[in-house]
DNA sequence: CTGCTTTGTCCTGTGGAAGATGAAAGTCCA
DNA sequence: TGGACTTTCATCTTCCACAGGACAAAGCAG
């Protein structure tokens, strides 16, 4: 069973099939300009091909009942999602609904190759679940910029040793499935048009705030990657020139302000000048404080800990104000890792954006949290891959 | 003869014609996917409307030769942009060259009804000099954010009396042809995507500066107007918060820094304060002074008024930094009112955004003039115009 | 004037759209 | 409960449009 469609109008089914779940051949007709004949032939095609099947009778519609169709049960896609310091590995059906989701903590600096063997592992057990024994495709995302066609990371500041390191080939090879590869974040963009908040959006930003800051970008239904597969790096944007230095070589990046790093390390200055009791005892404790030790106190009601999430979300409201005045989109999702503190950071960025932004552009804006938290990366993935596989070849 | 074209077909062969000047139908067949009879059928359905004409014999290519064809010579399309404090008008052909072109100086906020009048006034003169005895479609592009689909201008903060004003209404009332209204800098990139520095580029930026500051979004070759019409409105992104008020409310926008008049204000200060002789003394003629004057200055050579420009340059690069991060595009394009000192601001600009973009986005970004000065806006607005009309019904 | 190349037109076969027909299922009423 | 009627679905048939090949016309080169 090839999953490659082979027409436009296959395509066109297929992605129906998919989104919509279930559906009587008529059902399909009323959502593609096709005449019944043309229709009843590619969807014969399709069913040849195994990747369509028979399902059973329609609900009656008041006269003869139509049958059903459905993308073959069978199907099974994989997504995988790299963070920063976190594995998210899930098993989807052809629908995209996720059978088994993985997820582990792993530094991503660890290399490529480590980070693979342990992917492998989390593929292993999810099939060792019974949940697949094969994949007809597989998506993953990297905390970097990728070119996209090749499917390799170019230049990713904080993934030493991927540059260049061919993550589409390596995984086709290991899988024998088709491989894309994209950044996380546009895969996060992915996720929440497929499954989440941005449903019925067609241009929409999609803030992701974990150990690093970016941005995907959806116009006209597309994720636009630049055209050196770095748009949307808005990590490095400069929201003061007299701000901390940054990894990058400038100074006041929103990264070097509202990083996992830079929280780290103001927390660490905070509880050595004795400022919060909170942070100072979890500094004793691990000998170190990282992004979730602030979060944590700031979610039990340390007020120094929820101050520099605030700063951190009046930066971040900061950037994602010029962001909105200059792409002028239909929502802006926020996203990433944060656990139990979004909505805090939420309202700092909510008050920034409307403080800063034309009233045109904000006056129906909604700003609001992803919806499907950690598996946002790991269905975009899917959805990349099943895009392409649903595709005119 | 009506304009609006039938099928795909035809619309994809009018705008061939209309890019690439007349050709033979076998060099159109070369670039359309269709057979030879299908051709031969919609170039003589194109005869037919007399959109499109015979146009001689073709050189020869070793055999028969084969007959031109061309866009009906008589074909008229009218530009109209309609700057804060000048409006061209431009008449071209169905090749969108420029027959005839007048510029004047004019305020926008003496609102609506006396600008048409004057672009009417203009318009007869083109007319009476016998560059075009009718018009088969008008684009006009206005200093603010428009409501595309209805071609009205909303909320425009430079424009006081033209909210809402039906201005595709009206000059297609006026003009008796199809007209499309859009932001002045839209319609600058598409002049430059159509006739100037960005033909081979899908996606780029233009950033117009003048009295307002803007930005043309192109994405795969389309206008990006975002959702309320408002994307690109960059001239309200801070760029430091103890900046000057704003008219917009704010503090520290980049238009209250280098917007036309934050730099008239700046130097009417420095003029009074002593430190540049040749500013003082244009203010002691005119009584004041505005960009303008700053700009002629600054080409005279004065340090001062050079400098102005410099620093507003920084403030801008910072901005098309920021953008750069976040969009990667392909191309900037910067244009705009600014008549000779278009190297010095170049510089300036180009020297904050290799400073502060991430290597990977600016690695081989162009950042050039624009190509086409003063006319850009309105062979965009002929081109904007002419998709329309060009494109299935 | 004779081959050779290119262009334009005609013709035929195929594929798809739309209407017509038959089959299956549901509804209504006796 | 059964039969007639209605509604919907699937298939069959017809017609049209397009692609691609064949052939004629026009120009070039020697």
């Known amino acids: 069973?090839?999953?490659?469609?082979?027409?436009?109008?296959?395509?066109?089914?297929?992605?129906?099939?998919?989104?919509?779940g279930p559906q009587s051949r008529v059902a399909l007709g009323d959502r593609v300009e096709l005449s019944r004949s043309k229709l009843a032939v590619e969807i014969d095609r399709l069913l040849e091909t195994g990747l369509v099947v028979q399902d059973g009778l329609a609900a009656s519609r008041g006269g003869r009942r139509s049958h059903n169709v459905r993308i073959a049960p069978s199907l099974r896609f994989l997504g995988v999602d790299i963070g920063a310091t976190s594995v998210d590995v899930a098993v989807t059906n052809g629908e995209l609904e996720i059978l088994g989701h993985l997820a582990e903590p792993l530094d991503v600096r660890v290399g490529p190759v480590a980070v693979f063997e342990r992917v492998l592992a989390m593929v292993a057990k999810l099939r060792d679940a019974g949940l697949a024994d094969h994949f007809d495709g597989a998506g993953i995302g990297v905390p970097g910029p990728v070119r996209f066609p090749e499917g390799v990371p170019v230049a990713p500041p904080i993934m030493p040793g991927w540059d260049g390191f061919p993550?589409?080939?390596?995984?086709?090879?290991?899988?024998?499935?088709?491989?894309?590869v994209d950044n996380d974040v546009n895969l996060m963009a992915l996720g929440e048009q497929q499954a989440g908040v941005a449903r019925s959006?067609?241009?929409?930003?999609?803030?992701k705030i974990?150990?690093?800051?970016?941005?995907?970008?959806?116009?006209?239904?597309?994720?636009?990657?630049?055209?050196t597969g770095s748009a949307g790096d808005i990590g490095h944007i400069q929201v003061d020139p007299a701000g901390p230095p940054c990894a990058c070589g400038n100074?006041?990046?929103l990264e070097a302000h509202f990083g996992g790093n830079a929280l780290a390390r103001d927390a660490v200055a905070l509880?050595?000048?004795g400022r919060s009791v909170e942070l100072a005892s979890r500094?004793?404790?691990?000998?170190?404080?990282?992004?979730?030790d602030v979060s944590a106190a700031a979610s039990a009601g340390d007020p120094v800990a929820l101050d520099l999430i605030r700063q951190g979300g009046s930066r971040t409201g900061q950037v994602i104000a010029s962001l909105v005045s200059f792409f002028n989109p239909g929502l802006v999702v926020i996203g990433g890792g944060l656990t139990g503190l979004g909505h805090t950071l939420l309202a700092s960025i909510r008050t920034q954006v409307y403080r800063q932004s034309l009233p045109l552009a904000t006056g129906n804006l909604p700003i609001v949290l992803g919806e499907l938290g950690p598996v946002?990366?790991?269905?975009?993935?899917?959805?990349?891959?099943s895009d392409h596989l649903f595709s005119p070849a």
């Open 376 to 385: 946002a990366g790991v269905v975009g993935a899917t959805r990349l891959i």
């Open 251 to 253: 100074t006041g990046c």
């Open 167 to 180: 993550v589409r080939e390596a995984l086709s090879q290991e899988l024998g499935c088709p491989v894309l």
């Open 201 to 207: 959006v067609r241009d929409f930003l999609c803030i």
């Open 271 to 273: 509880a050595e000048a």
């Open 283 to 292: 500094l004793e404790a691990a000998g170190r404080l990282t992004a979730e």
């Open 1 to 20: 069973m090839t999953a490659r469609s082979a027409n436009v109008h296959q395509a066109r089914l297929l992605r129906l099939l998919r989104d919509l």
């Open 210 to 227: 974990g150990t690093g800051i970016g941005c995907g970008i959806v116009v006209s239904g597309e994720v636009h990657r630049g055209v």
